[in-house]
């Protein structure tokens, strides 16, 4: 199964979703959710798509943003996000910036996690985030 990517412009309506679900439901496992940045232009489509389908779960959602990528981790904690990062890490034998914000810690709102998503961009890799 090849990984399909979504489209960067249904990210702020998925994290809304997310965040109305985690509102709703009492059953819900985990009110937490990550996002994580993957600076990825030194590596072949192939080869990330790859690595993604190793180490990435089914049920987290993968942007692709030019040549690097936003992953939407449903019910993953900070500690949670970055052990994925280190198993991509490990796998590629590449070092990444801890480049994830979590709700609702980050942000209480889609807007506003979003905003720090930007900043945590922008600090760590100089990227300038249009979502």
Known sequence: MITEFFPISTLKSLIQHHIALIDRSDTYNTGEFALLFLKMDNFDNLEIKRSIQIIFRDSDIIFNVGENYIILLPKTNWNGAFELLKGLQ?????????????????????DGLLESFKNVVKKYYDIELDI
């Open 90 to 110: 490990d796998f590629l034998d590449q070092e990444f910036q801890d480049s994830i914000v979590t709700f609702p810690d980050d942000g209480g709102c889609a």
